[in-house]
């Protein structure tokens, strides 16, 4: 097994085959983990939460689920969930322009973590990448999204357990957003802390 | 006034000037027209589903809402609703791909519309474009999305108009989703029918 430490509010890619297990945790909880992955075969062909859940009809992921490309390719399986269903696929993930317009220009994103993990890879980034994001808290009520403090939220040593369905590139953000918004709690009110990724 | 007759099931795609107005309608009602719209002075820059809603947290588009760009850059105004709030974000839109899943290879979709509707004009489609799906009803219940024919669907006549924030190349494709699966009402019953869109 290797262990790949994500630091907090920082990202780490990896490479993994066909087959290949891992498991996502987040050690303290309450720590969104965003999820990217890539085929190795056509790195254009990413991860997307709206190809996703046409088929499950769900917008959070569940265990026998599989998560699709934008081709609609299953690129990952769910296989175990460790975290109480406390998972999210429609949030867009945080990038330097969302920093911007918070009044925070340079604040570190998850895009801007995916693009430093596939850069230590030699990758450069497809353009506008969507990810599955663990251990996140939304409940959509009457049309519309919430992530409040009473919602759920993923305990400490949650985890996923998944299963690569073909050869990937993939990666994970240890989401760095600590600002405060009205009814907006999207990771512990300490600040982001680490995430580990288990290669099985 | 410029009025473009986009035939059932088939899509038509223009160039519009920030600032201009118009207007989309289903003549006979409960007829999704997928919208595409594509930054004119960089059309990698397409509407994004995702990014919309972050700052509405809403999943179904609003009157005063704006239609965002993958780099969050509002590209189009919702001024007026003259279909009751029957409109959908989540829906990613009907590609070959779905169809071949679902056992109809060749069948007529959203995204080959958009390819032959911006082909017309001369632009190739960026890669893996998603829409906002305009008279189209979806539901979400304890996160599972539904389509039913008991939610309500828009009305003969419905609209939507617009206002364009930058200069736009947009496109509009008569959903041809003509297939029948449980719980799921997308179009009318009798099938596809013509959506008009009026440039004023």
Redesign the interface.
């Known amino acids: 097994m290797k262990t790949i430490l994500v630091p907090a509010g920082h990202g780490r890619a990896f490479r993994i085959g066909k087959g290949g297990r891992f498991r996502i945790i987040t050690p303290k909880g309450q720590q969104s983990a965003d999820f990217f992955a890539f085929c190795a075969d056509d790195i ?1 062909e990413g991860l ?4 996703t ?2 088929p499950t ?4 992921p569940r265990p026998g689920d599989a998560f699709l490309s ?3 390719r299953p690129m990952v399986d769910f296989i175990e969930d460790g975290a109480d269903g406390v998972h999210d696929l ?3 993930p945080c ?1 330097p ?2 920093y911007e ?1 918070f009044g925070v220009p340079g604040h570190r994103s998850c895009v801007g973590n995916l693009e430093e993990a596939m850069a230590a890879l030699g990758h450069a980034v497809p ?2 990448p ?1 990810a599955v994001n663990f251990f996140t808290t939304t ?2 009520e009457k ?4 992530s409040t403090p009473k919602t759920p939220v993923a305990k400490p040593g949650g985890y996923v357990l998944l299963e690569a369905r073909m050869d990937l590139i993939c990666a994970v953000s240890s989401c760095p957003y600590d600002l405060e918004g009205p009814g907006w709690a999207i990771n512990a009110p300490g600040g982001p802390t680490e995430i580990v990724v288990e290669l099985l």
Chains 1, 2 share one sequence.
């Open positions: 254009s997307s939460p709206h190809h859940w046409m009809r769900s917008l959070h934008r081709k609609r429609i949030i867009a990038d322009i969302r317009q353009q506008f969507l409940t959509v049309g519309f999204m919430f």
